[in-house]
């Protein structure tokens, strides 16, 4: 955009990644299949090469349809330039990757993503890299952490499942001082509530197939860096991995952007009203959102964040499984399923203990993630009211 453009995010998110005078006029950017691409000459030819940004050489590489998409992403989340990869599990597995060597050590919040946990403790661990977990709430504690072979901190804020703020600008200051990568999974916050860059971030994260898809139909990945240089490192090791996204499913997100300021507002305003209910519900011990006022997390979210989108958790009181069961079994509105940032809502319980190694959840109760859709809200309280009162006649 230029100087006199207008800045707000919504008219960014219509506008951004769009070039209605190259395709004859067409609001949105076509879907453009290719594998080969034909040169004219030799001499062009020998020029081509798949670090040249938006050129087209070979469809692996990418066309304009994905192109404009990585655009359109890049300035919304306020970075020097994006790549879209073929998942979520996609973006974090390149993005580690371009930056680890064997010996080296790596720092990952233990409550991140349970992929991120496998990839680190699977595939690195047999090439010789070390993961360290660390308590996500270390903030600027984490340069005690750091060692010479250190090559980047990893961070998810809010962690997944139990929904940790973590204080990225400490942590951020911390890495720096000893010239290690920042890494932020921004997918909660989507690429307009978190701008992670003015954080301190160097390479955020996201899985498209969440809100900027927004319609659980995709698989998607992006990855945002702060510089140029950190972008050609990430797409040789793109290069290298094979991966490739299709021209559908990026117009598909495209066309999911374009919706995304409309939908977050009522994933925010749904999300914190079944919270709210939540806490006064007898058979909740606690709700875990930070845009609660009550939440340890509430005053860095504030800080760092425009909103909340639909995902949180809660914690509880014991029950037994027959219970549970019966509790989730026969929702009518919340569906049980992996992903989330659809249009529905989704009900999915879940055990912390299995994964921590960093920290101890030591809470009895039963913790349930909800994905607050757009659903009117009153009817999935209504939903979630149903199923307490199955819990006694299980």
């Keep these: 955009m230029s100087s006199q453009s207008p800045k707000h995010t919504a008219t960014k998110l219509v506008h951004a990644g769009r070039r209605s005078?190259?395709?004859?006029?067409?609001?949105?950017?076509?879907?453009?299949?290719?594998?080969?691409?034909?040169?004219?000459?030799?001499?062009?030819?020998?020029?081509?090469?798949?670090?040249?940004?938006?050129?087209t050489t070979y469809g692996r590489h990418g066309t304009p349809t994905r192109f404009l998409l990585e655009e359109a992403v890049a300035e919304l989340e306020g970075g020097y330039g994006t790549l879209c990869v073929s998942s979520g599990v996609s973006a974090i597995t390149n993005a580690i990757l371009a930056f680890v060597k064997p010996g080296d050590h790596i720092l990952i919040t233990d409550s991140t993503y349970f992929p991120t946990r496998n990839l680190c403790n699977t595939f690195l661990k047999k090439f010789g890299v070390e993961t360290e977990y660390y308590d996500p709430a270390i903030g600027g504690d984490i340069a005690g952490l750091i060692r010479d072979n250190t090559a980047l901190v990893w961070c998810e804020s809010p962690g997944s499942l139990t929904f940790e703020m973590q204080d990225i600008p400490a942590i951020a200051k911390a890495a720096h001082a000893r010239n290690v990568k920042v890494m932020l999974d921004n997918t909660w916050a989507s690429p307009i509530l978190c701008r992670p860059f003015e954080l301190g971030v160097d390479v955020s994260v996201q899985a498209g197939t969440k809100y900027i898809v927004g319609h659980s139909d995709v698989m998607l990945g992006t990855i945002t860096t702060a510089t140029e240089e950190d972008l050609l490192t990430i797409k040789k090791q793109v290069l290298i991995s094979g991966d490739a996204v299709g021209p559908d499913d990026c117009?598909?997100?495209?066309?999911?952007?374009?919706?995304?300021?409309?939908?977050?507002?009522?994933?925010?305003?749904?999300?914190?009203?079944?919270?709210?209910?939540?806490?006064?519900?007898?058979?909740?011990?606690?709700?875990?959102?930070?845009?609660?006022?009550?939440?340890?997390?509430?005053?860095?979210?504030?800080?760092?964040?425009?909103?909340?989108?639909?995902?949180?958790?809660?914690?509880?009181?014991?029950?037994?499984?027959?219970?549970?069961?019966?509790?989730?079994?026969?929702?009518?509105?919340?569906?049980?399923?992996?992903?989330?940032?659809?249009?529905?809502?989704?009900?999915?319980?879940?055990?912390?203990?299995?994964?921590?190694?960093?920290?101890?959840?030591?809470?009895?109760?039963?913790?349930?993630?909800?994905?607050?859709g757009l659903e009117d809200p009153d009817d999935l309280i209504a939903d979630l009211e149903a199923g307490f009162a199955r819990l006694k006649t299980a």
């Design 21 to 55: 005078s190259q395709y004859h006029g067409v609001v949105n950017p076509p879907v453009l299949h290719a594998s080969t691409i034909l040169f004219d000459s030799l001499a062009e030819l020998e020029k081509a090469g798949a670090s040249v940004p938006g050129k």
């Design 251 to 372: 117009y598909l997100a495209q066309r999911g952007l374009r919706t995304l300021a409309v939908r977050l507002k009522q994933h925010h305003e749904s999300g914190l009203k079944v919270a709210n209910w939540l806490q006064t519900r007898p058979e909740v011990k606690r709700v875990l959102h930070p845009g609660l006022p009550d939440d340890p997390g509430h005053a860095i979210w504030k800080r760092d964040f425009t909103g909340a989108c639909g995902l949180f958790s809660f914690v509880m009181q014991p029950v037994e499984k027959a219970q549970l069961a019966n509790m989730v079994d026969h929702m009518e509105l919340f569906g049980m399923g992996f992903s989330w940032g659809g249009f529905e809502s989704l009900i999915l319980p879940s055990d912390p203990t299995k994964i921590r190694t960093a920290t101890k959840w030591d809470d009895d109760g039963q913790l349930v993630r909800l994905h607050i």
